[in-house]
């Protein structure tokens, strides 16, 4: 929200520089982003007329004009504006003057002819981006009085950051509201004299959706001048809230939105067929935006239709049909509430942010809609005239938000701001902030005010209470409790940890947000039935993630196209599982990997990462539990992974985890080049640690024997090692794999795995006889279990 000090100053004025209105403001909870001059620095600009003009003798698109500028003597200036006519008051900047980005006016000749000063347009004056020509003043402008001091740009503009709550600061009526509270200083709230009706005519209006639209005001006005031009004062207090002046019409809605905080809207009336409906738009229905777009709407969206069409996105923007344009001459005008929750989303979803959808999905003033259509209706016929109809103001009652009473105890007061207050000060905070406030046995009654959508519990009121009394005047309060040392499980595993063992191993831990695409999210978990926010940030954030995954690969893209080809990333966070319609909460460790193995170097090929380098990391990681035998790598199935390149990590019979490549297809959907591989971990089960026992180095020496070993290929290694480990016992200190080989040289369907086995005794050196016993019985077990046999 922005708004000009002088613009407030008008409601209300308390004896304050500009800086301390800011720090007020931000002390109550409206946040101030910046202050801004509104206008920039420039001197010796004085309100001219201009008396003659005449052809310039050398230039045919320059002419000689005669200003009056407050001198002794009229002023000879050459001007290029197409539009300088005879007897315009306009801004003269004066020989000597200095505009901004530090233009000095010097006398000169332009094509020969002298000229002394410019006349100014408002991009030269800094007061808009661009213009076509000179800066029109009013007639009335008192000439030779300094710009500065008539258009009063020695002012401030303020912009507020409001958080999503306080809608009713979303005016300048809201603001002037706080800061009377705040300083108890008298609101002077212009008087708004309803206009008296001069013509019959009422427009029809239906509510077809009563729950989203309960209340819709408008007005039939006919006969505006097309030629009328939006005041100059209009203009800059538009300007100075960040708006251009677009038609007289939409000034006049827009002034009286960032006025009172009530959206309006214009529709051209020779464009409706048979009066207003408020209904839901049917799915597939199309309409054109004022912006240019064209929408296909869908059965959840509120539009503003008539008997053929929709006209308007109703609180969001209105339809480039019914809008008002330079040949406007009968205009209906409206002013509706909205609910909030039939607006919250929906231009987000539509790719749209406007002044209208940001304060009716906040919450309007469900009582204000009639009194801003009479304000409107004053200006434009002050602008415009026209012959004015009825108000009709068309209202469901019982859909209508209604204020039910608060209880306020004092306790609890006490208890969340940490200090009590006395009676008579609760209740001055109180009606300084609007409420209706009735004492009841244990503190009060409040009813706020219609425009106060964000106070619907009592710790509302007490937080509306501290920020007025003021949080700094709350004394500090130490707390004070004995320290209470908690020693680690010795058979804890940290997260901490789990985390600098991957960091060790060259990951990047990321922090990706919980929402997440539901398209993504689809993707990756198609059967996972994921809980979509009622209000999303956005279209791509409108889910809440049942795994890590979206928020990892959406963070490998990101920097996949900024040439980062080599990734290791890791995150720790929680996952949502929609269980029955309840959100189940489960914090995981999930991690992705993509590129190759090691950073290009010369001692070493480069060689992509595959599913093993991922394993060892998984494996390395579960070596710091103290107890890695108790989890397995079991074949398995996930559709976001390669069927081939799956694993499932159990625990004792119970999957704690998943690991694999990224299907290609989907791979090929997200545009990502190369294989990527991903894990995710419960971590409940990961940190779920075993005290490692000691076991003494034994000093005799290591014995080696190498098997080759030829077994069917559908024979997983981890039965091997299972059978090998099961025979050898405790003598077996290490089992490496160190080759594997398939060809014609062995039986067809067969593999032939190359194994070392080390051996090593605790209480003495083995012997040869010792060790082939050991063997034989590994190669009967390996025999009789799996069916392998050593290669001849």
């Known amino acids: 929200m922005r708004f000009s000090v002088a613009w407030l100053r008008e409601w209300v004025d308390p004896p304050i520089d500009v800086q301390t209105l800011a720090d007020q403001l931000s002390m109550a909870g409206l946040e101030v982003d910046a202050i801004e001059p509104a206008a920039p620095a420039f001197s010796g600009v004085v309100v001219g007329e201009v008396l003659a003009l005449e052809p310039h003798p050398n230039a045919d698109k320059l002419r000689v004009c005669t200003v009056a500028a407050g001198r002794d003597e009229a002023l000879q200036i050459v001007c290029g504006a197409a539009n300088v006519a005879q007897g315009m008051r306009v801004p003269v900047a004066l020989v000597g003057a200095e505009l901004p980005g530090g233009f000095k006016i010097k006398r000169a000749k332009l094509r020969g002819v002298e000229s002394l000063g410019m006349i100014c347009s408002a991009a030269e004056l800094g007061l808009a981006e661009s213009s076509n020509g000179i800066l029109p003043l009013p007639v009335q402008a008192p000439v030779g009085e300094d710009l500065r001091s008539y258009l009063a740009l020695d002012d401030s503009c303020i912009e507020v950051d409001l958080t999503p709550d306080r809608g009713d600061c979303l005016g300048l009526a809201g603001i002037a509201r706080e800061v009377a509270a705040i300083n108890r200083t008298a609101l002077r709230t212009p008087t708004i004299t309803p206009v008296a009706a001069t013509s019959d005519e009422r427009p029809v209006v239906r509510l077809e959706a009563p729950e989203a639209c309960p209340r819709y005001a408008a007005r039939v006005v006919r006969g505006i001048d097309p030629t009328a031009e939006t005041p100059l004062w209009m203009r800059e207090r538009l300007r100075r809230s960040g708006l251009r002046a677009i038609h007289p019409v939409v000034d006049v809605t827009n002034y009286v939105m960032l006025e009172l905080g009530q959206p309006m809207h214009g529709f051209d009336l020779a464009q409706i067929e048979e009066g207003i409906r408020v209904r839901l738009a049917r799915d597939g229905e199309r309409l054109a935006l004022l912006n240019g777009e064209a929408l296909t709407l869908r059965g959840d969206s509120l539009v503003i239709a008539d008997a053929e069409r929709p006209l ?48 009716f999905e906040r919450g309007v003033d469900p009582g204000l809609q009639v009194r801003a259509l009479e304000r409107a209706t004053e200006l434009l016929l002050a602008i415009a005239g026209g012959a004015f109809g009825p108000v009709v103001d068309c209202a469901v009652a019982d859909q209508l938000p209604q204020r039910a009473p608060l209880t306020l105890r004092r306790q609890r007061i006490a208890q969340v701001l940490g200090l009590e207050l006395d009676d008579a000060v609760v209740e001055d905070l109180l009606v300084r902030l609007g409420m209706e406030v009735a004492p009841v046995a244990e503190g009060w009654s409040v009813v706020p005010p219609s425009s106060r959508f964000d106070l619907v519990l009592e710790v509302d009121l007490i ?84 795994s890590l995954w979206p928020g990892l690969l959406q963070a490998a893209r990101q920097n996949l196209a900024r040439q980062q080809p080599r990734m290791r990333l ?61 989890f397995r790598f079991v074949s398995g199935e996930l559709a976001a992974l390669h069927p081939g390149q799956t694993a499932r990590i159990e625990r004792e019979g119970r999957s704690v985890g998943v690991a694999g490549m990224l299907h290609p297809a989907i791979a090929a959907q997200l545009d990502i080049a190369g294989d990527v ?108 279990d799996l069916g392998a046999r050593l290669r001849s």
């Open 463 to 546: 937080a509306d209470l501290g920020r007025l009394y003021g949080y700094d005047r709350i004394p500090v309060q130490r707390a004070c409790s004995a320290t209470v040392a908690h020693l680690p499980e010795e058979t804890g595993f940290d997260l901490e940890r789990a985390k600098l063992a991957l960091v060790e191993r060259g990951y990047f831990e990321v922090i990706t947000y919980s929402f997440v695409s539901p398209d993504l999210q689809a993707l990756l978990d198609p059967a996972a039935t994921p809980l979509v926010l009622a209000n999303p940030l956005s279209a791509e954030m409108a889910a809440m993630r049942t």
């Open 570 to 630: 890791f995150e720790s966070g929680l996952r949502f599982r929609n269980v029955a319609g309840e959100l189940h909460q489960e914090p995981v460790l999930a991690g992705l990997l993509v590129g190759d193995v090691a950073p290009e170097q010369w001692g070493e090929p480069a060689r992509a990462i595959d599913f093993y380098d991922m394993k060892g990391d998984l494996e390395a990681l579960l070596r710091l539990t103290g107890c890695p035998q108790t």
């Open 677 to 784: 591989f991903l894990f995710e971990l419960e971590l409940g089960p990961l940190l779920d640690g075993a005290l490692p026992a000691f076991q003494p180095l034994s000093k005799f020496p290591v014995i080696r024997r190498d098997l080759a070993l030829e077994l069917d290929e559908a024979i997983p290694y981890e039965r091997v090692h299972h059978c090998i480990a099961d025979a050898a016992g405790a003598l077996l200190r290490e089992l490496v794999l160190f080759d594997v080989y398939r060809g014609d040289k062995i039986t067809p369907g067969c593999k032939s795995l190359a194994l070392g086995l080390i051996l090593q005794a605790s209480s003495q050196t083995l012997t040869d006889q010792e060790v082939d016993e050991v063997l034989d019985g590994v190669l009967a077990r390996l025999a009789g």
């Open 312 to 359: 308007a996105l109703a609180g969001i923007m209105g339809g480039e049909g019914s809008g008002v344009t330079a040949a406007t001459r009968d205009v209906l005008l409206e002013s509706a509430f909205f609910a909030p929750t039939a607006i919250a989303g929906r231009a987000r979803s539509y790719g749209l942010h406007t002044d209208s959808s940001h304060r």
